[in-house]
């Protein structure tokens, strides 16, 4: 779609509806959601005036922090809020993919973790050293001047750039520090900005094997001191550009053979093995799916559903004998 006209996609009737349905995906009994849906276009035309009228601003969010394995405080956006972010999102997505390279996988259609792993696996096989790194407390950092920097060059209408930055400013209405983390808003303006990244390290650095899943990425070469020398030029760009930091203790210069860890695979030349950290956290979550069977919480169905994405996941690795395992212990207990 033309940049120029999407104000009047982002504001349609039609496309709040559709936001709204999006956003209650697998949360339609939640009392908000559900809420809001039975008055679908009531809701849907309040939002539509205020939108128009530029009243629209974002409401205080709960928060709350999980630990998977390590503790992240997730932010939740009031429902209203989440169908304002798919309503912004859904007809800008073609356009914001278009501005990133082919070697980044997340939140694409069509792509996603294991087309990242596949991607990663050719990788390993044609070359011989891997640059593994990571940005430290990516989200946490984002500077939300520097996102919109980055949308700058897209030519946004100035009523859609108004909106980016008021969803970026949040319930205090002020541009600072910190995109929160599971909001799609959230996900997009960090890749968009990560996007540029990217294209440092194959235009600037010519780096002729690449992959990058959000903050988590690697570049692969045949001269170790060539890869060497990438990583410092990336710790510079990124500090000076995007004002964000490399994860020093994520760094990893290495040989192929030692072992590419990447969303929570390890992977070399002909295999392909989950990490043992990702697999105890599989198997925790497996054991509270059968602890909820058990106290009749969820149904059998449920619990073989959950079973079956868990098999589903390790087949994409060397995982044959494991799987065979957990399949064998049957629906009553976990592995």
Excluded at 20 to 29: C, D, I, L, P, S
Excluded at 128 to 139: E, G, P, Q, S
Excluded at 182 to 206: C, H, I, K, M, P
Excluded at 258 to 281: A, D, H, M, S, V
Aim: glycine share 8%.
């Amino acid at each position: 779609m033309n940049a120029a006209r999407l104000w009047s996609e982002v504001t349609s009737f039609k496309n709040l509806c559709r936001a709204a349905r999006h956003a209650a995906r697998g949360q339609r009994r939640v009392r908000g959601t559900a809420r809001f849906l039975e008055r679908l276009e009531t809701e849907a035309l309040a939002l539509q005036r205020e939108l128009v009228a530029g009243e629209w601003r974002p409401a205080r969010p709960t928060t709350f922090t999980i630990h998977d394995p390590k503790e992240r405080v997730i932010t939740a956006a009031p429902f209203r809020d989440r169908v304002v972010h798919h309503a912004l999102i859904d007809p800008l997505e073609g356009l914001f993919d278009a501005s990133l390279v082919p070697e980044t996988f997340a939140c694409r259609r069509g792509k996603g973790t294991h087309a990242a792993i596949a991607h990663a696996r050719e990788l390993v096989r044609r070359h011989r050293y891997f640059l593994k790194l990571d940005i430290a407390k990516c989200f946490d950092s984002i500077e939300h001047r520097v996102v919109l920097d980055t949308l700058a060059p897209l030519e946004l209408e100035p009523e859609v750039a108004d909106l980016c930055a008021r969803v970026l400013g949040g319930a205090d209405g002020k541009l600072g520090v910190g995109l929160p983390i599971g909001n799609l808003t959230s996900q997009w303006f960090a890749n968009l900005l990560l996007g540029r990244l990217d294209r440092f390290v194959l235009g600037e650095l010519g780096a002729t094997g690449y992959v990058r899943y959000m903050d988590d990425f690697a570049l692969f070469g045949d001269d170790q001191l060539a890869l060497k020398h990438a990583h410092g030029a990336i710790e510079a760009f990124a500090r000076d550009e995007l004002h964000l930091a490399l994860k020093t203790r994520a760094t990893i210069l290495a040989p192929v053979r030692e072992g590419l860890p990447f969303l929570g695979w390890n992977l070399r030349r002909g295999t392909q093995r989950i990490r043992p950290k990702n697999l105890c956290r599989l198997r925790r979550r497996l054991r509270h799916r059968a602890w909820e069977l058990r106290t009749g919480r969820i149904d059998a169905s449920i619990f073989a559903a959950s079973l079956r994405s868990a098999s589903t996941h390790l087949a994409h690795g060397d995982t044959l004998d494991l799987r065979r395992r957990w399949l064998s212990r049957g629906l009553s207990r976990a592995p």
